[in-house]
T-cell receptor, first 114, second 111 residues
């Protein structure tokens, strides 16, 4: 079974631009979560999608948004990029998103904002 | 949101057991306790999880205190490949699924 894949793996953008990151979950998984990892703040939850609906959202500004498609693939978008958005963005999938499910993480997308 | 507290770092000798502690004093009755680890330049990897009873799998054991306010991840024989940051996380009840990661414990394994 293929693991969680994220594209692109590396991205360089400039301030003010927008960016879209993609995540393909493990086949059959319907829950996809996104996390931001920075040296200063560690791993922070962004949002979780299940069956195309956002079920939960972390404490991030509205510039961060996401969506999930009918095949469970998910995208996240960051508009008006700031230097502080430079981070590793991780996607994780699980079968149903229940508390007892384990999450399977992808390798992440490394975003650098110049 | 329920939080977890872990030591920033620990060291262990290779092939010796390692006990990684975690405090979660505000845990609710339905929260699961999960452990993940993150190796350098990789996404987090699932290690083990439990609710009330101690759990074993091929990677590790999880010992949960009777009052559930703390837990311990046990690596029975540490290897150099176990050097990673270990996160103890509480997962929320169904429908409000999200993980709150703490700072984790950086485990150093000495040869």
């Amino acid at each position: 079974k293929a693991g969680v894949t994220q594209t692109p793996r590396y991205l360089i953008k400039t301030r003010g631009q927008q960016v879209t990151l993609s995540c393909s979950p493990i086949s059959g998984h319907r829950s996809v979560s996104w996390y931001q990892q920075t040296p200063g703040q560690g791993l922070q939850f962004l949002f979780e999608y299940f069956s195309e609906t956002q079920r939960n959202k972390g404490n991030f500004p509205g510039r961060f948004s996401g969506r999930q498609f009918s095949n469970s693939r998910s995208e996240m978008n960051v508009s008006t990029l700031e230097l502080g958005d430079s981070a590793l963005y991780l996607c994780a999938s699980s079968p149903t998103g229940e508390g007892y499910n384990e999450q399977f993480f992808g390798p992440g997308t490394r975003l650098t904002v110049l | 949101d329920a939080k977890t507290t872990q030591p920033n770092s620990m060291e262990s000798n290779e092939e010796e057991p390692v006990h990684l502690p975690c405090n979660h004093s505000t845990i609710s009755g339905t929260d699961y306790i999960h452990w993940y680890r993150q190796l350098p330049s990789q996404g987090p990897e699932y290690v083990i999880h439990g609710l009330t009873s101690n759990v074993n799998n091929r990677m590790a054991s999880l010992a949960i205190a009777e009052d559930r306010k703390s837990s311990t991840l046990i690596l029975h024989r540490a290897t150099l490949r176990d050097a990673a940051v270990y996160y103890c996380i509480l997962s929320y009840p169904s429908g409000t699924y999200k993980y709150i990661f703490g700072t984790g414990t950086r485990l150093k394994v000495l040869a």
